[in-house]
């Protein structure tokens, strides 16, 4: 598909203003404040109920919160059966496979909502589920642990999940899910498969039990279609109450005729491309795995593959037509990664279509480089330096993968340059391909579309030739040398605690491009991240704020709203409007009414961000800012 790329000249200026950010103020409100990585921590610490539940991962979709509120970037996890987790006088037999059955229900947080003591806003919390995304069907028999077996619909009830009492809340499986052991026969060959006498002998066991097994999605539609290659990230979604799991399933082939071989070695060690020959691939599948029952729908997602023609043709009741996809399920569809990854690099030489320069490999592009995590970290992991690497045939792989650790594609929610709507889109930087990595100005960065109507359209904006811009790894070393962000950072990486650094993010505003960087601390003793500053830098200037926002409207004068309490626990005071000059106190009761309105709003506004209310804090936050222009005026 990289004949498909569209390219576009990127005008870059460094003269961005508040004004800039104003017209982007949805693409603000989105900025990821949370690593996934780093908010695995804080769900598993803050939400995982008890030592048998586990959040495996943490995968980035966008929601609606209200029916009438705009898309906001969440972050999920879905919380799974951790059976190694249960104490050691729990591990029984009947515990094991009869009780301990199944996971229950999700959380999920706002990539940019931060509350006054650096934790999520969690909109979908605890157990029971409350919040939104709804979830009125929470056990999750099948999902992406789905280690052993487990029997259901016996006499011994099923535990949900343990109250904060400690009485155990128990229910017993009422679905379509696994196989009925309903003769001795069923039982004895179950019983043979798992190599385990008990399902044969336990009178806990009737007629109108089922045997749960392969219930890892990865196994299940691996097994369903071995035929084909899946993608190493499974996201779930919630839709109708239900939480459902996404697979991105591909066909390949290595006989494409005068076709490059493809270049997999920044694919993920689970991914099934991984290691894979091909010159030929397509995401012609989506898998989708309802977790409480383990049916699986085959959508076929690219009806022109002639590959995925075939297999339909072998297996016609296997695969569903991509046109009957539920459009709410569409909706959160998403460009899969390991495909991005693969055309990414491809590109980094494919973008060349003049042929001497193609050839000659000039104006070759490289995947930019990955700033360090750690605040005591001197610098990136390094990979030695040789010849350049090759496949399994021995061919050249298409870039060189030299020097340092490379920056990882990322899911955004924003307005792209020149377009009027927002776009949920992957995105990668590059720098200019130099073997001993020296070359670290930013060439150009590739998107991808998910969006119904747009998915699948790439977009490349190459940077001018006139032009040395900042790399991520330029731009992190400005923020390194930076001496009161240094100073900051001593002394949060002290006294028992951690910092680190969460992903550096480019976030093209109009022409311009803003760089932003959370910080976390972690405590020894809670061991959970929090954050504590955000890092902006656009052009020259450069800023380390307590909030996003506050951090923005130092380097811009102002800020639209973003999704984050103040530390004193207020909504966030950058949030009206910077002044452009020194406001003398007035005394007038009509400005006082009008500024006492504002901080009443803004009081509101803070108590619906703790309630996860995001509509009503946006309303809020909008009608402070209102009241305080006014107040100006008067």
Do not use: C
């Not at 949370?34 to 586990?54: G, H, I, K, M, T």
């Not at 679905?175 to 179950?190: E, S, Y």
């Not at 889109?425 to 590059?430: A, D, E, G, I």
């Not at 330029?474 to 028992?496: E, K, S, Y």
């Amino acid at each position: 598909g990289l004949d498909n790329v569209v390219t576009h000249d990127f005008k870059y200026t460094d003269k961005l203003n508040g004004s800039n950010l104003e017209a982007n103020a949805q693409t603000v409100r989105n900025v990821r404040l949370w690593d996934p990585a780093n908010v695995q921590q804080s769900y598993q610490r803050l939400q995982e109920n008890r030592s048998f539940f586990r959040f495996d991962d943490v995968d980035i979709d966008r929601y609606k919160l209200n029916p009438d509120d705009q898309l906001t970037q969440l972050e999920l996890s879905v919380r799974e059966l951790n059976i190694g987790g249960l104490p050691n006088d729990r591990r029984s037999w009947v515990n094991r496979h009869l009780q301990y059955t199944h996971g229950y229900g999700a959380v999920a947080s706002p990539a940019n909502a931060v509350t006054a003591d650096g934790k999520p806003v969690f909109t979908l919390k605890d157990v029971p589920p409350t919040g939104t995304p709804r979830v009125t069907q929470p056990q999750v028999y099948f999902g992406q642990q789905g280690e052993d077996y487990s029997i259901v619909g016996t006499k011994q009830q099923e535990v949900d999940f343990v109250s904060v009492d400690g009485t155990d809340t128990t229910s017993n499986y009422k679905g379509a899910g696994g196989v009925k052991l309903d003769n001795m026969v069923k039982r004895a060959a179950f019983a043979a498969r798992v190599g385990d006498v008990n399902p044969l002998i336990s009178d806990l066991v009737t007629g109108k039990s089922r045997a749960m097994y392969l219930t890892n999605i990865r196994e299940r539609a691996q097994k369903a279609a071995p035929f084909l290659s899946f993608d190493y990230d499974p996201y779930p979604v919630i839709m109708d109450g239900r939480i459902n799991w996404v697979q991105d399933a591909y066909t390949t082939s290595n006989d494409y005729p005068y076709a490059q071989q493809a270049d997999t070695s920044r694919v993920e060690n689970t991914s099934g491309l991984k290691g894979k020959n091909f010159n030929y691939l397509r995401n012609s599948v989506k898998v989708v795995t309802d977790a409480y029952d383990g049916t699986m729908h085959f959508y076929v997602n690219d009806d022109t593959d002639p590959i995925v023609k075939a297999w339909q043709k072998t297996f016609p009741k296997l695969f569903t037509k991509g046109s009957q996809v539920p459009q709410q399920l569409r909706e959160h569809f998403r460009y899969p990664e390991d495909l991005f990854r693969v055309q990414s690099v491809m590109y980094g030489s494919y973008h060349m279509t003049d042929s001497k320069e193609f050839y000659g490999k000039s104006d070759r592009w490289n995947i930019a480089q990955k700033p360090a995590s750690t605040a005591t970290a001197g610098s990136t992991t390094t990979i030695p330096i040789g010849p350049p690497p090759t496949n399994s045939s021995g061919q050249p792989l298409v870039q060189v993968q030299s020097g340092e650790a490379r920056i990882e594609p990322y899911y955004l929610l924003m307005r792209l340059p020149d377009e009027e709507q927002m776009s949920f889109l992957m995105f990668q930087p590059y720098v200019p391909f130099s073997i001993d990595d020296r070359r670290k100005e930013l060439s150009a960065f590739l998107t991808a579309k998910s969006d119904p109507g747009n998915y699948g359209k790439l977009n490349a904006y190459v940077m001018p030739r006139d032009r040395q811009i900042d790399g991520p790894a330029l731009v992190d070393a400005r923020i390194q040398q930076d001496p009161t962000i240094a100073q900051q950072v001593t002394l949060l990486n002290q006294g028992g605690s951690r910092v680190d650094y969460g992903n550096m993010l480019i976030i093209p505003i109009d022409n311009g491009l803003l760089y932003v960087r959370p910080l976390y601390v972690t405590a020894r003793q809670t061991q959970v991240p929090e954050f504590k500053k955000a890092i902006v830098v656009q052009g020259n200037k450069i800023a380390m704020e307590d909030t996003l926002q506050a951090a923005l409207s130092k380097v811009f004068g102002s800020a639209p709203a973003t999704l984050e309490e103040s530390r004193n626990g207020q909504a966030p005071a950058a949030s009206s409007p910077s002044p452009t000059g020194p406001t003398p106190a007035s005394t007038d009761p009509h400005t006082r009414d009008l500024l006492n309105q504002a901080n009443d709003a803004f009081g509101q506004a803070d108590a619906a961000l703790k309630a996860g209310d995001l509509a009503k804090y946006q309303d809020q936050i909008n009608k402070g800012i209102a009241l305080v222009r006014q107040a100006k005026g008067s």
